[in-house]
């Protein structure tokens, strides 16, 4: 019996927009407005894309453009980037960008930062050329990003037209340190790549919030995290299920990316006990299983993290059995949250 919690954390959803075997980048598009659409119905705050490059099974590269048209297929969802990778742009160009957005789609729109490239070396060269990055260069982007997207002061030379006092909400997105004390020092809010590198949850969520800045943005610290979920009726389908996942991080860990591949019968008891050990520590932060496993796992991060945003990430190879586990994965979180109050009042009791 799953013990109660305190805090329920709101559900979000990251889609990377994953491109199947035998079907097509259109495809996956259209599975992506399925999903923000069923997701949405379900009650889920926003709806992420996450910008990669040169990866043949991911169709999220122009992510400002998918979340147009995501937004425009949704009516209330927020939508925004998980993230933008902002080496790889001028900070205007984005300004621009989601400033549009934000006049398409007021009060929706979200803009999610990460100092990574999203891509390959040579990729990244031919979307910056030969820019050489330093480490002050990503804090200075994000000034200018906020500067851009904040009300225009007088005599200010470059102004991004749209994006100017859009105050487009800013989030640093990392799998490590960094960004977590740039976002505690700017007040923003972050969120964790725990979905595909969990290593630093804890240290980063407590650096984070010990030494977070209240700004105008932002009173108290805000906490999202990556979360894996594949959910099913029973833990053995959903372990099935998951196979398409554990397929597709080996690919990644042993440098063949490729599509999505169907499930397979015992997949993960074919493997080496060194690869299943190298998937177990990828998606150290997942979620697999029935109603009652996910309930479980959802309530144990709860109160491991006390985050306040779980943004899931699912995954599964049959796009309607990928909406079903998200509409399992909502009433799991249901569950929780009718015991969440009474939890809360018997602490503050305490």
Same mark, same amino acid.
């Given at each position: ?52 490059? +040169? ?32 080496? +790889? ?77 859009? +105050? ?69 389908? &959903? ?28 997949? &993960? ?82």
């Amino acid at each position: 019996m799953t013990s109660s919690i305190t805090h329920l954390p709101a559900l979000s959803m990251l889609d990377l927009v994953t491109v199947r075997e035998g079907a097509t980048v259109a495809d996956a598009l259209a599975l992506a407005v399925r999903t923000a659409q069923h997701v949405e119905s379900l009650g889920f705050t926003r709806y992420w894309m996450a910008e990669h490059h +040169n990866m043949p099974g991911i169709a999220c590269s122009a992510t400002a453009v998918l979340i147009g048209h995501v937004a425009g297929a949704t009516k209330s969802i927020r939508v925004g980037s998980g993230g933008i990778m902002l080496p +790889n742009h001028a900070p205007l160009v984005v300004a621009e960008a989601f400033g549009t957005l934000a006049e398409l789609y007021p009060g929706r729109i979200d803009l999610g930062l990460g100092r990574a490239p999203g891509t390959d070396g040579p990729t990244m060269r031919a979307l910056r050329r030969d820019r050489v990055e330093s480490e002050q260069d990503f804090p200075r982007d994000v000034a200018e990003l906020q500067r851009l997207l904040g009300p225009a002061e007088p005599g200010q030379r470059i102004t991004a037209v749209p994006g100017a006092g859009t +105050n487009v909400p800013i989030w640093l997105l990392g799998s490590s340190l960094f960004s977590a004390q740039l976002a505690a020092e700017k007040g923003l809010p972050y969120a964790f790549a725990s979905h595909f590198a969990p290593r630093m949850l804890h240290q980063a969520i407590d650096i984070y919030r010990r030494l977070f800045r209240p700004s105008a943005t932002l009173q108290r610290p805000y906490v999202a995290i990556g979360v894996p979920v594949i959910a099913a009726p029973t833990d053995e389908e &959903a372990d099935y299920l998951a196979s398409s996942t554990y397929q597709r991080v080996l690919g990644i860990l042993t440098g063949q990316r490729g599509l999505l591949r169907p499930p397979v019968q015992g997949y &993960a008891q074919s493997l080496q006990p060194q690869e299943r050990a190298a998937i177990g520590d990828f998606l150290a932060a997942g979620v697999v299983g029935g109603p009652e496993t996910v309930r479980e796992g959802f309530a144990e991060l709860a109160r491991a993290t006390e985050a306040d945003e779980f943004i899931l990430v699912s995954d599964v190879y049959d796009g309607d059995l990928r909406l079903r586990s998200l509409e399992i994965a909502a009433a799991a979180h249901a569950s929780l949250g009718a015991a969440a109050p009474a939890a809360a009042a018997a602490a503050a009791a305490a």
